[in-house]
């Protein structure tokens, strides 16, 4: 059986990303548990505004599309 996350329809059906939130408000995002990339201050905050009302699949582009790991062929 196939891994969610590595079906070629949908890659982002695994939710390979993930972020976490320091207390020193910056932010983590992983891609499939490793660190992929840190925002900080602003750009923190910017991002989690933008993603805070999207559907997961669209948080997931989201995550996808700021670390640069986006080459699944369904953005736009």
Do not use: W
């Not at 923190?44 to 669209?58: C, N, P, S």
């Amino acid at each position: 059986m196939k891994h969610p996350a590595m079906n070629k329809d949908e890659p982002l059906a695994g939710e390979p990303f993930s972020y976490f939130v320091t207390k020193d408000n910056r932010l983590h995002i992983f891609c499939k548990g490793k660190l992929a990339k840190v925002l900080k201050d602003r750009a923190a905050t910017k991002f989690l505004d933008r993603i805070e009302y999207l559907e997961m699949k669209d948080q997931q582009l989201a995550m996808a599309k700021e670390t640069g790991q986006f080459k699944f062929g369904n953005e736009r």
